[in-house]
């Protein structure tokens, strides 16, 4: 009887841990579904970061159309706008009437923008493994494959499948938490939605 409890216990025990793993396994296989599956993207998005000064929260919108072309709205707690049109990004801030322009391909680097507008941009610059959960979202950690990568690492979270949340730290130690909402993977976009034509009466900047 004692042996047949601690088979049944060593069984019990080898079925959680495989439970475990497999709810854990999926999320690298997440990433590389949504990179092959997604070709447009739509949705909200909370953002939060924190820096050793202070912390700063902004809210708003998103659409993505692969390869290369972004605009993310900010609504809270100021109004922006940045686009990426394939060629330059377009950072035009409402508030103070002013547009400033730059290179695309030199600016965008590792951000965000850049690993979800590029379906190999993670890939090839970071190494993959699987982050464990919280929160019911499953997490890849990337880490840089070069030291003089724009980021320490980045986590790509994924909810049943679909995109939930990023955590990135940047080379200062600056943490930036971004939750995304309501996402799209079917958005009816066209190259025109990404094409940005400075309104009258503001400054453009060029860096």
Same mark, same amino acid.
């Given at each position: 009887?004692?042996?047949?409890?601690?088979?049944?216990?060593?069984?019990?025990?080898?079925?959680?841990?495989?439970?475990?793993?497999?709810?854990?396994?999926?999320?690298?296989?997440?990433?590389?579904?949504?990179?092959?599956?997604?070709?447009?993207?739509?949705? &909200?998005?909370?953002?939060?970061?924190?820096?050793?000064?202070?912390?700063?929260?902004?809210?708003?919108?998103?659409?993505?159309?692969?390869? &290369?072309?972004?605009?993310?709205?900010? $609504?809270?707690?100021?109004?922006?706008?940045?686009?990426?049109?394939?060629? $330059?990004?377009?950072?035009?801030?409402?508030?103070?009437?002013?547009?400033?322009?730059?290179?695309?391909?030199?600016?965008?680097?590792?951000?965000?923008?850049?690993?979800?507008?590029?379906?190999?941009?993670?890939?090839?610059?970071?190494?993959?493994?699987?982050?464990?959960?919280?929160? %019911?979202?499953?997490?890849?950690?990337?880490?840089?494959?070069?030291?003089?990568?724009?980021?320490?690492?980045?986590?790509? &979270?994924?909810? %049943?499948?679909?995109?939930?949340?990023?955590?990135?730290?940047?080379?200062?130690?600056?943490?930036?938490?971004?939750?995304?909402? %309501?996402?799209?993977?079917?958005?009816?976009?066209?190259? &025109?939605?990404?094409?940005?034509?400075?309104?009258?009466?503001?400054?453009?900047?060029?860096?």
């Amino acid at each position: 009887m004692k042996t047949y409890r601690k088979a049944s216990a060593w069984l019990a025990a080898c079925a959680v841990s495989l439970c475990a793993a497999a709810a854990h396994a999926g999320a690298i296989d997440d990433l590389k579904r949504f990179n092959s599956d997604t070709d447009g993207l739509s949705g &909200g998005f909370s953002q939060t970061v924190k820096s050793k000064k202070k912390n700063q929260s902004s809210s708003g919108s998103f659409q993505i159309l692969r390869p &290369g072309l972004f605009k993310w709205d900010y $609504t809270k707690p100021y109004r922006q706008t940045i686009v990426g049109d394939g060629k $330059t990004i377009w950072l035009y801030d409402q508030d103070l009437k002013q547009v400033t322009k730059s290179d695309q391909d030199q600016t965008i680097g590792d951000s965000p923008a850049a690993i979800l507008s590029n379906k190999s941009a993670l890939e090839s610059s970071y190494s993959l493994k699987e982050d464990g959960s919280a929160g %019911g979202i499953d997490y890849v950690l990337a880490t840089p494959k070069k030291n003089n990568a724009g980021y320490q690492f980045i986590r790509i &979270g994924f909810k %049943g499948g679909q995109l939930a949340a990023m955590e990135l730290k940047d080379g200062f130690g600056n943490q930036t938490s971004i939750r995304f909402r %309501g996402i799209n993977t079917k958005p009816n976009l066209s190259k &025109g939605t990404f094409k940005f034509v400075p309104p009258k009466g503001v400054d453009v900047l060029s860096q």
